[in-house]
């Protein structure tokens, strides 16, 4: 009899997922991540699932489409949800994690789970005749997206990602600088550095003036995703535009005056030891000692202490409406499954629910049973239905959201809360339904 077994190319959280989730199917699974032999930019470490920008999974507030696509994982089983909480730090209504902590959970798993074997080499084609998901997300290496794009006969989109700067709590001025979490939601306080307006007006001109790191050849034209804009590229596009955005002052007043300042810059919760912060919403590609000079302008960190600058690489994502199946294989190789950013999604929560649904096709496939379609009345279905879908000429990554799941006629009366409630009472009990569990106890976990 031959043996079960799949092949996932990538060690990020759509792989590992993947791999844990075929393992407790009782499938075999070779797991391929090529660092340490081959570096990118922007990882720091070797660990499986590092976490490369924000330190953040999204909001579990109920009414958040985020909320739902974590609370459905979860009944799925979910390797890196149950990790998250285990390595949680305070985040208000966010699910924040300690980086390091969550990495090395998800590491110490897939290394300990007797089903996966962690190859760490570079895969530079798919392979023929193995039942494969593609999991390498945005930055597959050049051979292996070349590849790709040989497979699938469709050039390869990509846009622009970006890192925030962390730096150390003890640097931050408190004599300045505040904690609270905006209206107060969450289990805990972000750190809060108000602005007056000509505070602001003379940081707002630093950073339209800041130099930016030169963009190579075949990077430019490269657009930006929308969703993570470089800092500097928001404030390009107005004096407000940031006072409206990352910089927002609404429900931040510091209770020393009872005052909210002219713009707020929030810094999160890093790792379980507090001594770390990221500045939040403030990815960019600005040169690494204007970054210092610019953002030392904030007050409360005139003398900060940065840990880590931030960094901008470029993305790759799939055209998913042209060659992707809503089981998430290729229509042109039904034995090749993608998951991850790479299918269009966008967010660390969205990337890792593709990897969990990839995982139960590949193990359906390899048992000669009929794929799953999750209906769009759950998030994750909608979700992938978007991606393959869209219209393919102007098709960017997308995050979770309200807007792309079913919505009943008779939910259309409600208000706007009472019908998030009922859509995601709708949608857990149609995953409930669905019996997607594996059958077997589970291996490793």
């Known amino acids: 009899m031959k043996e079960k077994r799949v092949t996932v190319i990538g060690g990020g959280l759509a792989g590992?997922?993947?791999?844990?989730?075929?393992?407790?199917?009782?499938?075999?699974?070779?797991?391929?991540?090529?660092?340490?032999?081959?570096?990118?930019?922007?990882?720091?470490?070797?660990?499986?699932?590092?976490?490369?920008?924000?330190?953040?999974?999204?909001?579990?507030?109920?009414?958040?489409?985020?909320a739902l696509l974590k609370e459905e994982m979860k009944l799925l089983g979910s390797l890196v949800v149950n990790s998250a909480w285990q390595a949680k730090v305070p985040a208000g209504g966010a699910l924040a994690v300690d980086r390091e902590k969550?990495?090395?959970?998800?590491?110490?798993?897939?290394?300990?789970?007797?089903?996966?074997?962690?190859?760490?080499?570079?895969?530079?084609?798919?392979?023929?005749?193995?039942?494969?998901?593609?999991?390498?997300?945005?930055?597959?290496?050049?051979?292996?997206?070349?590849?790709?794009?040989?497979?699938?006969?469709?050039?390869?989109?990509?846009?622009?990602?970006?890192?925030?700067?962390?730096?150390?709590?003890?640097?931050i001025n408190m004599d300045v600088a505040f904690e609270k979490s905006r209206y107060d939601k969450g289990d805990g306080a972000y750190i809060n550095c108000p602005m007056n307006k000509a505070e602001y007006e003379a940081f707002w001109n630093a950073i339209i003036a800041a130099e930016k790191v030169e963009l190579k050849e075949f990077e430019k034209g490269t657009p930006f995703f929308e969703s993570?804009?470089?800092?500097?590229?928001?404030?390009?596009?107005?004096?407000?535009?940031?006072?409206?955005?990352?910089?927002?002052?609404?429900?931040?007043?510091?209770?020393?005056?009872?005052?909210?300042?002219f713009a707020v810059v929030q810094l999160r919760q890093d790792n379980a030891a507090a001594n770390l912060y990221?500045?939040?919403?403030?990815?960019?590609?600005?040169?690494?000692?204007?970054?210092?000079?610019?953002?030392?302008?904030?007050?409360?960190?005139?003398?900060?202490?940065?840990?880590?600058?931030?960094?901008?690489?470029?993305?790759?994502?799939?055209?998913?409406?042209?060659?992707?199946?809503?089981?998430?294989?290729?229509?042109?190789?039904?034995?090749?499954?993608?998951?991850?950013?790479?299918t269009g999604v966008e967010g660390y929560s969205e990337s890792t629910a593709t990897g969990i649904l990839a995982a139960i096709n590949a193990a359906r496939l390899l048992e000669g049973e009929e794929l799953l379609i999750l209906p769009e009345t759950t998030m994750l279905g909608a979700l992938v239905r978007y991606i393959t879908s869209a219209n393919p000429k102007n098709f960017q990554p997308i995050n979770s959201n309200w807007g792309i799941i079913d919505v009943p006629v008779e939910f259309e009366k409600m208000d706007k809360l009472s019908k998030r409630l009922e859509l995601r009472k709708r949608s857990l009990a149609t995953i409930t339904s669905l019996n997607l569990e594996p059958c077997l106890s589970s291996i490793g976990s």
């Open 228 to 261: 993570c804009l470089p800092v500097e590229e928001i404030a390009s596009r107005g004096f407000n535009t940031l006072r409206f955005g990352p910089m927002k002052p609404v429900g931040l007043e510091d209770p020393r005056t009872g005052k909210h300042g």
């Open 278 to 342: 990221n500045i939040v919403g403030f990815q960019t590609n600005l040169k690494w000692p204007e970054q210092k000079r610019v953002f030392s302008m904030i007050p409360g960190l005139e003398n900060v202490e940065f840990v880590r600058l931030g960094v901008m690489h470029r993305n790759t994502y799939l055209n998913s409406p042209v060659v992707l199946s809503r089981t998430l294989n290729l229509h042109a190789r039904e034995n090749v499954f993608f998951a991850g950013q790479l």
């Open 16 to 66: 590992t997922e993947a791999a844990w989730q075929l393992a407790r199917r009782g499938i075999k699974v070779d797991l391929y991540e090529m660092r340490p032999v081959k570096k990118t930019g922007a990882h720091h470490t070797d660990r499986l699932a590092e976490l490369v920008c924000s330190n953040s999974l999204g909001s579990f507030d109920e009414k958040n489409a985020s």
């Open 102 to 171: 969550f990495s090395q959970l998800i590491t110490d798993a897939i290394e300990n789970n007797p089903m996966i074997t962690l190859r760490r080499e570079e895969i530079k084609s798919i392979p023929e005749d193995t039942l494969t998901i593609v999991a390498t997300g945005p930055l597959t290496s050049e051979s292996l997206a070349d590849s790709i794009q040989t497979l699938t006969g469709q050039s390869q989109l990509h846009f622009f990602d970006a890192a925030a700067p962390i730096l150390t709590r003890e640097s």
